[in-house]
């Protein structure tokens, strides 16, 4: 299937304006390159920046607040390769999330690689979910549902953050929504090379594992989930792909993972879509829809809980 034609426009704008080929810059300067931030258009009852204690200082973070009783709370860790990224780049997704869910979520602006490496941004992930644990009556209620969401990256600190919490007996995840993981580590399986994508493809892929850890590194379940020795035990998912995404097959696959060790997983597939299409819904009616879909999900999830 063709690229959905709203994607498509972004990627001609992109390479019209000259945007620079991941590794073609150090990342410091290309996280410093000023991107167009989209205007509010989703208004939230409360959004603040705030910051949690973490292994190596404060990190900070980003709680929107969609009423005065949350039905729950959702830690999310932003894409961006482990890499690039920050407490802006997902937002416009997020108003839309702590609407629809009627759940607070915690951004998290976990350190990022080359200067800080693999494992800085697992330790600020558990670190995010477990003071939100210890601080689920302020955010939500004593009994509320907490929840790990990701997209990218920030979805593989998710399948490792839920791993974890299980190994440690806590803090308990009632559900994991994973947009597009990254759960294998592998650069050179068979599926990096499957096709040639309109984005995110081999290389770009390569630079963001060698910023974040080396290939010795790389078989460790904290990096790579889907090599955990054990899948049981883990909570229940909402596993999000995108047909023209070199990660489809690593989702798909660790979907399958967690249904073996017990999970129940809801999968939800877009045609016509590219890896990062899931933050673009303040420009994109495919990303609208797929949030539509997570909120579906997750507000049916929280019904049975």
């Known amino acids: 299937m063709p690229v959905d034609p709203q994607l498509q426009a972004m990627l ?34 409360s959004v603040g920046d705030a910051a949690l204690p973490g292994p190596a200082g404060d990190i900070p973070i980003r709680i929107y607040r969609p009423s005065e ?11 961006g ?22 759940c607070t979520v915690v951004s998290v602006d976990y350190r990022l690689a080359p200067e800080n490496p693999f494992p800085a941004a697992v330790e600020d992930a ?30 593989n600190l998710s399948a490792v953050v839920c791993l974890l919490a299980r190994d440690a007996g806590g803090p308990k995840i009632d559900l994991q929504i994973l947009v597009y993981p990254a ?38 379940p904290r990096l790579a989930p889907a090599r955990a020795a054990s899948h049981a035990g883990l909570p ?7 047909e023209l995404d070199l990660l489809t097959a690593e989702g798909e696959a660790y979907a399958h993972t967690l249904e073996q060790g017990g999970a129940t997983v809801v999968r939800l597939h877009y045609e016509g879509a ?32």
């Open 12 to 45: 001609d704008a992109m390479q019209a304006i000259g945007w620079p080929k991941l590794g073609s810059l150090p990342a410091a300067e290309l996280r410093a390159i000023p991107r167009p931030r989209p205007p509010v258009v989703t208004e939230v009852r």
């Open 69 to 79: 009783r949350p039905a729950g709370v959702i830690v999310y860790y932003h894409g």
């Open 81 to 102: 390769g482990w890499t690039i990224g920050d407490l802006d780049t997902a937002d416009a997704a997020l108003r839309l999330i702590a609407n629809q869910t009627g």
């Open 126 to 155: 558990m670190a995010a979910v477990a003071w939100a644990a210890d601080h689920l009556g302020e955010l939500a209620a004593p009994e509320a549902p907490l929840m790990v969401m990701g997209d990218s990256a920030g979805a």
């Open 183 to 220: 759960t294998e580590g592998d650069v050179d399986a068979p599926s990096m090379s499957a096709f040639e994508p309109p984005f995110l493809d081999r290389q770009d892929m390569v630079w963001f594992y060698d910023q974040y850890a080396p290939p010795e590194h790389r078989r460790d």
């Open 236 to 242: 229940d998912a909402v596993l999000v792909t995108a």
């Open 274 to 305: 590219i890896h990062g299409f899931f933050t673009m819904a303040a420009h994109l009616d495919l990303g609208r829809r797929a949030i539509d879909d997570v909120c579906r999900a997750i507000v049916g999830h929280i019904s049975k809980t």
